[in-house]
């Protein structure tokens, strides 16, 4: 079942009120299989740091959520991050395997549970601010955050599949099916979160990798961050 976007944020996230006029800076960085998002992810917070240290501005250092992001959720449903990995795999259960979980186990949560636990945990943690979430749906949970932005790698299927290739030891062709496999995946978690045919959560700017190096795409998304002052 699809969950309106305004509707989730409003009822199973964070309410307006608790939000703090400050919340973020917040990065969010989606991408097509095979683009280098963590490469991109990590540079961005080395030049943002050097960018804090330059101007004197005491601020927490900018991170890259990730593990964070299994534990805290864990954490919060009193279940072992192993029960709920299958999330962060993309994958999701079927309604005859969440009636057998339910049967089998008094720690059982559902599906959807566990979905907008993690979902609220992504959303506090922008919230806090100064962080960089990489995938999870992190453009559809933060997009009304006033202090954020929200960036997308793309490339054409034949330059990510060389590089899928390559990592994975495939055939071009494999690559390939392996990457629309991934790719479709991650599509449908985030519509989970954004609806399906919603165009509510844009991104603010979508990068080719093919044709534009990390060290370019940072640097474009540093005068972003500028023009945004992101950074005060």
């Given at each position: ?19 703090p ?7 969010t ?31 927490p ?56 636990t ?6 506090n ?43 994975h ?27 399906k ?14 044709t ?21």
């Amino acid at each position: 079942m699809e969950v309106d976007l305004l509707k989730y944020m409003s009822e199973r996230l964070t309410d307006d009120s608790d939000q703090p006029e400050e919340a973020g800076p917040v990065i969010t960085i989606s991408r097509l299989y095979g683009c280098p998002a963590k490469k991109v992810a990590r540079k961005l917070i080395s030049e943002l740091s050097l960018k804090l240290a330059a101007k004197g501005i005491k601020q927490p250092d900018w991170r890259l959520i990730s593990k964070e992001i299994l534990s805290e959720s864990a954490r919060e449903l009193e279940l072992d991050p192993d029960k709920i990995r299958y999330v962060f795999d993309y994958e999701q259960k079927g309604v005859i395997d969440d009636i057998f979980s339910a049967h089998l186990t008094k720690y059982y949560k559902s599906d959807r549970r566990i979905r907008n636990t993690v979902g609220r945990v992504i959303r506090n943690i922008g919230i806090e601010g100064n962080v960089i979430i990489v995938g999870r749906g992190g453009v559809a949970i933060t997009r009304d955050i006033p202090r954020s932005l929200h960036i997308n790698l793309d490339a054409p299927m034949e330059w990510r599949a060389m590089r899928v290739s390559t990592k994975h030891n495939l055939s071009l062709e494999e690559a390939e099916k392996y990457a629309n496999d991934v790719d479709k995946k991650r599509k449908q978690f985030r519509d989970y979160f954004e609806g399906k045919d919603t165009d509510y959560t844009k991104f603010d700017l979508t990068f080719n990798c093919m044709t534009l190096s990390v060290d370019e795409i940072v640097e474009i998304i540093l005068k972003a961050v500028d023009v945004r002052k992101l950074i005060k």
